[in-house]
């Protein structure tokens, strides 16, 4: 269910990059996606009543019902290299705005010299 | 000391550095760059192992002939590009590094994941130094696209993780075959979509032309042969020794690969401006090197990279040189330009017939290469395909040297005084860095005994590859 949710939210944000010319709504979608794959990747390490992968007096045992820690180790990464991706674009954003007045994406494509 | 790992801290480090000393920045980027074309030559191939994990649980740097020859040749011509362009780093030289230490980090990297983390520095970077052109719609197209290719990507990965449970190549590479094509298809394709954004193949390649067309003399040959000869060396490794997979979609890809090659040379036989044309001949001959890997042939595809990355990086450097000496780059107003500038002209030309694939040039031996590999794996589609277009770009390519060399329009006899007004195009010190180029292109096509020994050095390249063609062997069948 929650890999379907998922993935609904990577389509969400498809569409919202393929319907939309402009930049913030398009970094916003960006985002969107960014957010439906980082949750597939969390729930691929999901188990149902799992425990934490850590050996304790209480779970002592390497054949207990462990969670996957690798996805969520690699979530953080995607998490910080999609933060990092849309700093810039909104960098981007504000010089566009600054040079066109407008965030327009198709206002601008008939503005200027090619 | 010759540890790979250094190819990438290295940079970084100054990198680091040269965000607390600005002023050094242009230093600090040429001795991260000579220090690292120096160690490439002195790397071995092995394993290295990061962080005290062992593989498939750690991470892992692998050095086999194919990176090798990778790490050797992006190292040399990413130096080659900044010195011939120094005056123009400026405040980029932390972007440069950056960029240094992830595209050795792509190439090196054992580990999937970490590939991506790589992919993403040097994406970065690349969005960065897009924006030197102040043409920012061309860099938020790229930045979106880009971004999209990177979810993909990751998608495709971690699919790939759920199938198999490891993200090591190697270990992955080892658990495909027990796989159906049914399971495979959507995490290859995922992938091979990411990868291709920055390949430059077709449904994926909207942001070339903005990017390419407006980049500077430093900016262009560092796209057009240090990054995307890094992505080639990429989707070669992995879709030769990590995902080889089965017939239905190979053929996919295949299609996917020759459709970009032949949309390539087709658009780039339109185009009116010297850079316009390069670039899509960069996306022709990507498609036709990506079209290599699937196929399997490994030696031919990778003549065909260093060939074409070579030529690009001349071709690219002068381009450049056009629009910030005359604010233009259309072919039709830069008439005769090369007879005041004969030894740029020289180059140009050089590498120009190389792309077309005029004998003793490597562009040639490539050529050859690649239709005997076809023949002797009795595919006849292709090789018909890839003559068909080597006419194609063999009218644009020689449209192309016609209007630079000779002044006049058609039907007029060419004088000198038809031709543009005379400027120097490049410094003495760039002409003679072009020219040693341009001469590595003939050397690598007429010695191609030692081309094939410097290439593979007696060793397959991802597996039992061997060159097609070679002296012994022409000689053998004398």
């Avoid at chain 1, 992968?53 to 390497?62: C, E, K, R, Y």
């Avoid at chain 2, 240094?100 to 580990?111: F, S």
């Avoid at chain 2, 990868?195 to 003399?217: D, T």
Wanted: hydrophobic share 55%; glycine share 8%.
């Amino acid at each position: 269910m929650i890999r379907v949710a998922s993935l609904l939210l990577l389509m969400i944000g498809l569409y919202g990059l393929l319907s939309t010319r402009n930049v913030i709504k398009m970094i916003i979608s960006i985002n969107i996606m960014e957010l439906g794959v980082n949750i597939f990747i969390v729930s691929i390490g999901f188990v149902t009543n799992g425990v934490a992968p850590i050996l304790t007096s209480q779970v002592n045992s390497s054949l207990s019902n462990f969670v996957d820690p690798l996805p969520q180790a690699l979530v953080l990464t995607s998490i910080v290299i999609g933060l990092g991706i849309t700093a810039l674009g909104l960098a981007f954003a504000r010089k566009l705005y600054k040079k066109y007045g407008t965030y327009d994406l198709a206002k601008i494509g008939g503005m200027k010299d090619e | 000391m010759n540890n790979p790992v250094l190819l990438i801290v290295i940079p970084l480090l100054l990198a680091f550095l040269s965000v607390i000393i600005k002023k050094a920045g242009k230093w600090l980027l040429l001795v991260g760059l000579l220090f690292n074309t120096a160690l490439a030559f002195f790397i071995t191939t092995g394993e290295t192992i990061i962080g005290g994990f062992a593989p498939p649980y750690g991470i892992n740097l692998v050095v086999d002939q194919f990176t090798l020859v990778g790490v050797i040749l992006i190292n040399t011509l990413m130096l080659i590009t900044i010195v011939v362009s120094f005056d123009l780093v400026g405040k980029y030289s932390i972007v440069l590094l950056t960029a240094l230490a992830g595209i050795n980090g792509m190439l090196l990297t054992g580990d999937l994941f970490n590939l991506f983390v790589f992919m993403e520095i040097t994406v970065i970077a690349a969005y960065i130094l897009s924006a030197q052109a102040k043409k920012y719609h061309h860099t938020i197209t790229y930045l979106v696209i880009g971004s999209v290719g990177s979810v993909l990507y990751l998608l495709g990965i971690i699919l790939l993780y759920n199938l198999t449970g490891s993200l090591n190549m190697a270990d992955v590479a080892a658990k495909l075959p027990l796989l159906t094509t049914k399971e495979l298809l959507v995490p290859v394709l995922l992938i091979f979509i990411g990868i291709g954004v920055e390949v430059k193949l077709m449904p994926v390649s909207g942001w070339v032309k903005g990017v390419y067309s407006n980049a500077n003399r430093l900016i262009a040959p560092l796209f057009a042969s240090v990054i995307a000869g890094t992505a080639l060396f990429v989707f070669g490794k992995l879709f030769v020794s990590v995902l080889p997979v089965s017939d239905t979609l190979t053929l996919l890809m295949l299609i996917m690969s020759v459709m970009t090659f032949v949309f390539g040379e087709f658009a780039a036989f339109n185009q009116k401006r010297v850079k316009n044309i390069l670039l899509y001949s960069s996306i022709g001959q990507a498609g036709l090197v990506t079209a290599l890997f699937i196929s399997g042939l490994v030696y031919a595809a990778v003549i065909l990279l260093i060939s074409n990355v070579i030529s690009k990086l001349i071709m690219f450097t002068i381009a450049g040189a056009f629009t910030e000496k005359y604010e233009t780059d259309d072919y039709e107003s830069l008439n005769g330009v090369f007879v005041h500038n004969k030894f740029t002209g020289i180059a140009f030309t050089i590498a120009a017939l190389s792309m077309a694939g005029i004998p003793l040039l490597i562009g040639f031996y490539a050529k050859l290469n690649i239709l005997i590999g076809f023949f002797q794996a009795q595919n006849y589609v292709l090789p018909a395909i890839i003559l068909l277009m080597a006419i194609v770009e063999g009218a644009y390519i020689i449209k192309l040297l016609l209007a630079l060399w000779a002044p006049g329009k058609e039907g007029q006899v060419s004088e000198k005084s038809f031709a543009v007004e005379k400027k120097q195009l490049l410094s003495v010190k760039n002409t003679i860095i072009c020219l040693i180029v341009a001469l590595v292109i003939i050397a690598g096509g007429v010695l191609i005994d030692i081309t094939e020994k410097v290439v593979t050095d007696g060793q397959p390249l991802l597996g039992d590859q061997s060159p097609s063609f070679t002296i012994s062997q022409s000689k053998g069948g004398e």
